[in-house]
């Protein structure tokens, strides 16, 4: 969580084309595992053997889970040092390819347009579009919105 | 999970415009915070005295945590007995209200479309709208597809 002094990221800064290497995260197993026994109890992402045999030829993350991979390495990147507010929603979430235990995620953001809210003084409206690749493969797309402050309004 | 013995949810019956209620579910204190901690460590979510003194009035639950609970009531009420597959994704994803720990919500769900797949015999694809209340008021809506098997098929 930042704190009001070390904000570096505010509405002004982020200019539609600008892209965040938001890092990397490695999916783990017992995570994956948990996640689905709470959120997501589907046969693909607990019953081993089925899953094995299956198309997918082992157990694959929940998307809810690789979704919420994808948030962890966002806040951490930029939202940690961002005037970030809530977000209104997703316009588009896609899970393009299955993830596996041990996967290295590496997360992607680019600024796609912005706009001074209305309702909000002070506050601009950014959408994002925000991937994980394993390797050159995408696995998840997340086209979204975000608040973020105005510099000059703080 | 469901075993292929107690499938009753077909592709042939997902009718556009039949609706599940998915039952409720309770959003648990600690279990917003620990996610939080793990996906999603924004103030808002975490430090308590400063969301109590915001706009919020207290801690709010992650967006994410309130789609996963969604996904929890439909696995529970509907792909436990469903011939259900993955999903390409969702076409939107709104978060209409804050979440907060304590608030019993309820899982709604609506067939919107659908067609049978080209790329994948003996499935069709479904549009669903998936909803959360907390009494009246709608605090998640999710448009998504899922692919579903045909009885005739197995």
Do not use: N
């Amino acid at each position: 969580m930042r704190s009001e002094q070390s904000v570096t990221i505010w509405y002004d800064d982020l200019v539609p084309g600008r892209v965040f290497d938001l890092g990397t995260t490695v999916v783990d197993r017992d995570e994956m595992r948990d996640f689905a026994r709470r959120y997501d109890p589907q046969w693909y992402h607990l019953d081993e053997p089925r899953a094995a045999a299956s198309e997918f030829g082992g157990l694959i993350a929940s998307g809810w889970l690789t979704a919420a991979l994808f948030m962890r390495l966002y806040a951490e990147a930029v939202l940690a040092t961002a005037d970030a507010h809530t977000s209104p929603g997703v316009e588009e979430l896609r899970w393009l390819a299955a993830v596996y235990a041990g996967d290295v995620l590496r997360g992607r953001l680019e600024v796609l347009d912005r706009a001074p809210s209305t309702a909000r003084p002070g506050k601009g409206t950014v959408t994002l579009l925000g991937e994980l690749h394993r390797d050159s493969v995408p696995v998840l797309r997340c086209r979204f919105r975000g608040w973020f402050g105005m510099r000059d309004a703080q």
